[in-house]
């Protein structure tokens, strides 16, 4: 960077700071007092810290600021000054509510050109088992990649070791001595397992010794180390991660180093109290405190560059967040969350946004947008395809000759002959018969009386009555369905009440029509598997109406049910059945014991057969869908 664009970039830096500064003297007018000072090598922390004591002002400066000033304000306003010590010493200022935080400046770090995947140098001759490597700076990723490629040998690795870079130079030797050499060279350590597999590992052995000595070494460094080293902590800083290993060591202690290793701002609200054995690799410095802080009674909060540090429940560190679910109502997920993680938290139902907006501590709010995502998944829907057949077959024989005295016999012969014999025949039609018998050699029958008639019946009847539907419904899995196919029928109740009347009692009557139904009832609830298995809980109901024991009585029901808990994979059909309703009924009616003799109990009397029969089957398909 040339010297003239440093410059242009630093005037806009303390250009911009002035300038917040004079937007924060609006609220805060204090920063425009004048002070009068005059210092000789002291330090600058305590010339800070001075101007806000005297001008009633809230500051926090970071641990790093160690340098000396020397200077003499005359009448200079508190905001010029703090312009001046930015500009002349190299910080910055961050403003949070009434607090003004002052830290050392850090120029942009260049972001790195990330690595750009180089095809490593690697070839394998099959017939010999000869593996070639020609590998700098390769990253062992790629590496193992190719060697699995071209020698059609698994090589898998630790995830420790993924990122590693390699560099070896090895021709035409067998592989697995090979592979030997190449990890024996960049601190690794191969093993091959039964099953022909090849692990690549760090070598532990060779790794603890340099970490060792590294140790001893830094213990004798200066402070500008970045590492620092005390007997129970150690403390590594690896680019923008850290490594820390703590073992009984103050939490506070451990938060004081690891920010001055980061550069990181922080601000403690409360003192965390306590001690921790902690062991993190190549952590971020959230992660850090995420850990540290874990399972006590203290939190964190970023603010933009500053992180607040206190006790969970204090106002100041509580976040409030909507969690919106992408998959799933918002409806009782709600009870679903374990009363654990509620804990220290306000929960409270969004329908309209389908989400849940919470109010706590930042690790609180982690774990349970954690849980809240593993339950936020896609519900299956459960096409049920319904076919419901019912089947009534019924028979009826009726046969007999009935005879007798009855009104208007003259009248004229009536009925059918086809299908089925109903004729009833007027006297004329008797006496004509009888006539014509009496003409045949010495019978004479003579006449019947005026009123004499005669009815002859032969009739038989069969039907079948099939009535075939497909309904089909649609549900989330585990919620319950329900179809219904019935008939309504109506009768009429009279109420009669009276009303005494010691001279003349009223009697008022009322009429009302009343409704009944007979339904055909199916209600499934289905639970799917994670192998697409769907479990159906059936309960079917199937009520009919019978005849009334009068004209204005309700009809009679009969009902029939059953319950089911059957399994089937998706998309096959089930079969239930056994719903069969069978009713025989026989009637006769003639002459006592005449009407029990063979032939003659159809001339002195009169028989009626009927035979039903009524099948319900139904057949049901469920399809399961994830649209």
């Known amino acids: 960077m040339s010297t003239q664009v440093y410059f242009a970039q630093e005037g806009k830096r303390i250009k911009a700071i002035e300038a917040e500064l004079v937007t924060y003297a609006k609220t805060y007018n204090n920063l425009n007092n004048e002070v009068?000072?005059?210092?000789?090598?002291?330090?600058?922390?305590?010339?800070?810290?001075?101007?806000?004591?005297?001008?009633?002002l809230n500051v926090t400066i970071a641990p790093d600021i160690t340098n000396s000033i020397t200077n003499n304000f005359s009448q200079a306003k508190v905001i010029d000054v703090f312009v001046y010590l930015c500009q002349e010493y190299n910080l910055e200022l961050d403003l949070i509510g009434s607090i003004i935080s002052f830290k050392k400046h850090i120029k942009p770090i260049p972001v790195e050109k990330p690595y750009e995947r180089i095809n490593p140098d690697v070839s394998y001759t099959m017939s010999t088992d000869f593996l070639s490597l020609n590998l700098k700076n390769d990253t062992i990723d790629f590496v193992v990649e190719y060697i699995t490629d071209v020698s059609g040998k698994n090589v898998i690795l630790s995830p420790k070791v993924k990122g590693k870079r390699v560099s070896v130079f090895i021709k035409n030797r067998p592989f697995d001595e090979t592979l030997d050499k190449m990890a024996l060279?960049?601190?690794?350590?191969?093993?091959?397992?039964?099953?022909?597999?090849?692990?690549?590992?760090?070598?532990?052995?060779?790794?603890?010794?340099?970490?060792?000595?590294?140790?001893?070494?830094r213990r004798n460094t200066n402070s500008s180390n970045p590492n620092s080293t005390t007997d129970n902590l150690i403390v590594e800083l690896v680019g923008s991660l850290i490594t820390v290993k703590a073992n009984n060591v103050e939490i506070q202690?451990?938060?004081?180093?690891?920010?001055?290793?980061?550069?990181?701002?922080?601000?403690?609200?409360?003192?965390?109290?306590?001690?921790?054995?902690?062991?993190?690799?190549?952590?971020?410095?959230?992660?850090?405190?995420?850990?540290?802080?874990?399972?006590?009674?203290?939190?964190?909060?970023?603010?933009?560059?500053?992180?607040l540090i206190g006790n969970r429940n204090s106002e100041s560190l509580r976040q409030t967040k909507l969690i919106e679910l992408e998959n799933r109502?918002?409806?009782?997920?709600?009870?679903?969350?374990?009363?654990?993680?509620?804990?220290?938290?306000?929960?409270?139902?969004?329908?309209?946004?389908?989400?849940?907006?919470?109010?706590?501590?930042?690790?609180?709010?982690?774990?349970?947008?954690?849980?809240?995502?593993?339950?936020?998944?896609?519900?299956?829907?459960?096409?049920?395809?319904?076919?419901?057949?019912?089947?009534?077959?019924?028979?009826?024989?009726?046969?007999?000759?009935?005879?007798?005295?009855?009104?208007?016999?003259?009248?004229?012969?009536?009925?059918?002959?086809?299908?089925?014999?109903?004729?009833?025949?007027?006297?004329?039609?008797?006496?004509?018969?009888?006539?014509?018998?009496?003409?045949?050699?010495?019978?004479?029958?003579?006449?019947?009386?005026?009123?004499?008639?005669?009815?002859?019946?032969?009739?038989?009847?069969?039907?079948?009555?099939?009535?075939?539907?497909?309904?089909?419904?649609?549900?989330?899995n585990g919620h319950e369905t329900t179809m219904k196919i019935g008939d309504q029928q109506y009768y009429l109740e009279v109420n009669n009440q009276i009303v005494n009347n010691q001279l003349n009692p009223n009697v008022y009557q009322s009429q009302q029509w009343k409704s009944v139904t007979?339904?055909?009832?199916?209600?499934?609830?289905p639970s799917v598997s994670k192998d697409e298995q769907v479990t159906l809980d059936i309960k079917v109901v199937q009520s009919t109406f019978t005849s009334k024991v009068s004209e204005t009585a309700p009809p009679g029901q009969t009902t029939r049910s059953f319950e089911s808990l059957v399994r089937v994979r998706n998309g096959e059909t089930i079969l239930l059945g056994g719903l069969d309703e069978n009713q025989k009924t026989a009637t006769s009616s003639g002459i006592p014991f005449i009407s029990r003799i063979p032939v003659l109990r159809s001339i002195f009397g009169s028989r009626s057969k009927t035979k039903n029969e009524k099948q319900l089957t139904i057949f049901i398909k469920p399809t399961i869908s994830y649209d």
């Open 253 to 307: 202690k451990i938060i004081e180093s690891v920010s001055t290793q980061l550069k990181e701002n922080y601000f403690l609200y409360d003192t965390p109290k306590g001690t921790a054995n902690l062991y993190l690799e190549n952590a971020t410095y959230s992660e850090f405190l995420s850990y540290l802080l874990s399972g006590s009674e203290y939190t964190f909060k970023q603010d933009k560059e500053v992180y």
């Open 36 to 56: 009068d000072l005059s210092v000789s090598n002291s330090s600058l922390k305590e010339f800070i810290r001075g101007i806000a004591l005297a001008n009633q």
């Open 185 to 217: 060279s960049n601190g690794l350590k191969i093993t091959k397992t039964t099953d022909n597999f090849y692990f690549v590992e760090l070598d532990e052995e060779k790794e603890v010794a340099p970490i060792a000595n590294r140790n001893s070494n």
């Open 329 to 476: 109502r918002i409806e009782k997920v709600l009870d679903a969350i374990p009363a654990k993680l509620k804990e220290g938290i306000e929960i409270s139902e969004f329908i309209e946004l389908n989400g849940l907006i919470i109010s706590g501590s930042a690790i609180n709010l982690r774990e349970l947008e954690e849980f809240i995502k593993l339950i936020d998944v896609i519900v299956p829907v459960i096409t049920i395809d319904v076919i419901i057949a019912d089947v009534n077959d019924s028979k009826t024989l009726s046969t007999g000759i009935r005879a007798g005295l009855g009104e208007n016999p003259n009248g004229p012969t009536t009925g059918t002959i086809s299908p089925g014999i109903d004729v009833n025949l007027s006297t004329d039609a008797i006496n004509d018969v009888v006539q014509g018998v009496n003409g045949l050699g010495i019978i004479n029958l003579g006449n019947v009386a005026p009123n004499f008639y005669l009815s002859l019946k032969a009739l038989e009847e069969d039907g079948i009555v099939k009535v075939r539907s497909t309904p089909t419904v649609a549900t989330l």
């Open 518 to 525: 007979a339904d055909l009832s199916i209600t499934v609830t």
